[in-house]
Structures are given as structure tokens and as C-alpha cells.
């Protein structure tokens, strides 16, 4: 009865691993219900024939703590160090291999060497759109209603300005917003009460506190104004340059009438201030990143000189020794009383010496030329040390100008701002490095 009850107990277990293992296949070949088809195992190499790390370089031996791990592509056991690496892999048609998929596939475990060859792994560049047609596509509607708006404001203002008369300058001005109308500002939101009074832009006819809407000078414009105002649809008088008139006008009016200014600016060939001062910093850019590549070619020369002097000088100094030990030869054998034997190595000694001292002499002109090439190429380092020094503190003080720059409104101020940090990040980055290099030569 106990034999029975343990082998229907065997019996069990065994028919329940083959249902697991049956499953596990299934579920490798047949796509399951939520997500995509497993990767197919056909192509791994079997446990009992990886015993070492299939990496090129890499002889690490699996164990029970250097776990083999099978690429997913290529089907080879790695350790764990390389089979780290992500991409994404789809079976092959025959359903015997995987490929890489990087679209329609799923995110798998590979090697380093599948991963590193594959197909988009030597692109400079991945993959780019381009969104300026779609933003000038959502930006041209809101450019088009701001430019007709500032042509309005524009022609208000002609008209409310040049007026003949107090009664005509009343029908000018725009129509103003009732007071109940709005409880804040439409600027900023702050709440309209007893401390924060309304006040109506005379161009626009909206409600203002009073930091946002402020008294300014206006002044008429010339003859391209009155047609530019025609042209918008807007009647307007003809126009008097000389004429100027005090107006409560919004922080909105004014920034557009500044835009128009700034756009006839750019119609009529006038550039901006600091548009000037940004095309000199760069032309003084270029002059320095040449002189500065001119630079590094004398160094490189400077210090291929001082090698080859050094190296001369070494070779004068054991010239000079063997010139020397030659010297002492001569003078034992000048001191032998062996005359026949004197006379033979006496000659000898003659001649090494001889030759001794003309490698001394080809040893010192040698030095003597690279000492002359060393000084050159330290006096052009010299003179173009001071061309730098120049060139440095002259882009240092048009960078300066940027701070005194006139300012018309706050995108001024950016810009002049953004001119001086973006120079003085160059002279950061170059200067110290040719500070740096000077040193060193030194």
C-alpha cells in the first residue's frame, strides 16, 4: 500500500514537471494572451558544452557563483559581465534564430559583441525630426494677429498724436473697456480696490493699475508710418515727425510699438547695436583661434628644438669624454719606453684622436644649431605672446561694451548680457589653457 501511495506520489510529480516543461515550450513558440511571441531557444549552446565565458577575451570559468547566461541573438553562454546589454530582438521567419528587430521587437538580454555589432551601432547620429515646420505652422496665426494688432495700435496712436484739435484727439483714442467689466488687472491680476485704481490705455482701451499701465512720450512717425497705417486697413492723418504727446499707455501697446520699430529697423538696413558689437567678437574669435593655432604649431616646434639641443648636448659631453680619454691614451703611450711598440700604438692613438676630435666638432655644430633653431622659435613664441596678449584684452574689452550697450526693453538687456557670458566663457576656456601651455614652456 505504502509502494502504491509513492509511485502514484512519483507518478504525480513526474507528469506534473512534464506539464511545466510542456507549458514552458508552448510559451516559447506560441504567443501568449497579453504580450508579444517568446524569443525561441533552438540556436543556445547547451549548459553541459559552455564551461567557459564564450568572450573573446574573457576566461572566466562558470560556477556556482559565475553563473552562465546565454546571449538571446547569437545563443552563446557569457558571464555575467558580458551579458549585460539591452536590444531588441524578434525570431527569424523560420522561427530558429532571432534577429534584430529595433522596431517591431522586444527588449532582450545580449552580449556585448552582438550589441556593439549591430546595425545602428556605428551611426553618428540617431534619429531626428525636424519640428520647425510645425512650430512656424502653430506660430504663424499668433504672429499674424499680433502683427495686426500692432498695426492698430500703431495707426491709434498716429492718429491720437497727430490731431489737430483736443476734440479730434478724444475721437482718436480707442474705446475704452467698461469699469465693471474687469476686477484686476490684465497685466499682472492684481485686484483692482481704494489703493489700486483703473486705468485705460488710451491705445488699446483695457484696464490697467498703474505700474502696468504708465505715462510715456510718444512722437509721430514719418511718411512709411502713415502708409504702413493705410495699408493695415486703419485711416490715419498724414503725420508730423515733429510732433510728441504724453499717453497713459500699457506695457503691451508699448512692447508692440517697440517690435514695429525694431521691424522698420530691419527694412531699412539699420542693425541692432549689439548685432554690431556680436559680428566683431567673432571676427576678433577668429583672429584669436588662428593665432592660437599658430601657437600651438610654435610650441610643438619649441619643444622638438630643446629635445634635439638636449640631445646634441649629450652627444657633445661623451664626444668630450672620448675626446678626453683619447687625449689621456696619446699621452701613456708618449710615455712608453717600448719604442717599436710605442711607435705602432702611438700612431693609433694619433688617429683615434684624431677622429675624436672631429666628432667633437660635428658634435658642437650640431649644438650650435639647434641652439640657433631654439632661440628662433622662443623669439616667434615671444612676439606671438604679445600678438595674444593684445588680441585677449581687446575681446575682453569689446565683450565689456555689451554692459553699455543701450537697453530698449528687457530682451536687450538678455542679449547684452548673453553677448558677455558667452565671451568671457571663451576667454575662460582659451586664455587659461594658453596661460597654462606658457607655463609649462617656461
Avoid at 517568446?38 to 577575451?57: E, F, G, K, M, N
Avoid at 521587437?105 to 531626428?128: D, K, N, P, Y
Avoid at 495700435?153 to 467698461?178: H, I, Y
Wanted: glycine share 4%; charged share 25%; proline share 2%.
Amino acid at each position: 500500500m505504502a509502494a502504491l501511495s509513492l509511485s502514484g506520489l512519483f507518478g504525480r510529480t513526474g507528469s506534473q514537471a512534464n506539464k511545466q516543461s510542456q507549458r514552458k515550450k508552448t510559451d516559447m513558440r506560441s504567443p501568449g494572451p497579453t504580450g508579444p511571441p517568446s524569443l525561441t531557444r533552438h540556436h543556445w549552446v547547451p549548459d553541459s558544452q559552455a564551461l567557459l565565458c564564450a568572450y573573446v577575451t574573457c576566461e572566466c570559468e562558470f560556477s556556482l557563483t559565475d553563473r552562465r547566461h546565454h546571449c538571446r541573438k547569437c545563443g552563446q553562454a557569457f558571464c555575467t559581465a558580458h551579458c549585460s546589454s539591452k536590444m531588441r530582438l524578434c525570431n527569424s521567419d523560420d522561427g530558429l534564430s532571432v534577429i534584430h528587430d529595433p522596431i517591431r521587437g522586444q527588449m532582450a538580454t545580449v552580449c556585448l559583441s552582438c550589441f556593439q555589432h549591430r546595425e545602428t551601432w556605428q551611426q553618428s547620429e540617431g534619429i531626428t525630426r525636424r519640428l520647425t515646420q510645425r512650430f512656424e505652422a502653430r506660430r504663424r496665426p499668433r504672429i499674424k494677429e499680433m502683427d495686426t494688432h500692432m498695426w492698430e495700435v500703431f495707426a491709434t496712436k498716429s492718429q491720437v498724436v497727430n490731431a489737430g484739435s483736443e476734440k479730434e484727439r478724444r475721437a482718436a483714442l480707442a474705446q475704452w473697456v467698461p469699469d465693471v467689466s474687469r476686477t484686476c488687472c490684465a497685466t499682472c491680476f492684481q485686484p483692482f480696490g481704494m489703493l489700486r485704481r483703473r486705468h485705460h490705455c488710451r491705445l488699446c482701451g483695457n484696464l490697467f493699475c498703474a505700474a502696468c499701465c504708465d505715462q510715456h512720450a510718444l512722437a509721430a512717425g514719418d511718411a512709411s508710418e502713415q502708409a504702413a497705417s493705410r495699408a493695415s486697413g486703419v485711416a490715419a492723418e498724414a503725420l508730423d515727425t515733429g510732433k510728441r504727446l504724453v499717453l497713459r499707455v500699457c506695457d503691451g501697446c508699448l512692447h508692440l510699438l517697440g517690435r514695429r520699430e525694431r521691424l522698420q529697423a530691419l527694412r531699412t538696413g539699420r542693425e541692432h547695436p549689439s548685432l554690431d558689437l556680436f559680428f566683431d567678437l567673432l571676427a576678433t574669435q577668429s583672429r584669436l583661434d588662428g593665432m592660437l593655432c599658430e601657437w600651438q604649431k610654435l610650441a610643438v616646434k619649441a619643444k622638438a628644438c630643446s629635445n634635439d639641443n638636449a640631445l646634441a648636448r649629450h652627444a657633445l659631453h661623451e664626444k668630450e669624454a672620448a675626446y678626453a680619454r683619447c687625449e689621456r691614451w696619446v699621452a701613456t703611450e708618449s710615455a712608453t719606453t717600448n719604442e717599436t711598440v710605442n711607435e705602432t700604438q702611438l700612431a693609433h692613438a694619433l688617429n683615434q684622436l684624431k677622429l675624436a676630435n672631429s666628432d667633437r666638432e660635428k658634435a658642437a655644430v650640431v649644438v650650435e644649431n639647434c641652439e640657433e633653431c631654439l632661440g628662433k622659435a622662443r623669439k616667434q613664441q615671444t612676439a606671438m605672446k604679445e600678438k595674444l596678449d593684445v588680441a585677449f584684452r581687446e575681446f575682453d574689452d569689446l565683450s565689456k561694451k555689451a554692459l553699455q550697450l543701450p537697453i530698449g526693453n528687457n530682451t536687450d538687456r538678455t542679449l547684452n548680457q548673453a553677448l558677455r557670458r558667452w565671451a568671457c566663457l571663451y576667454l575662460s576656456q582659451n586664455k587659461f589653457g594658453f596661460v597654462q601651455q606658457l607655463v609649462e614652456s617656461q
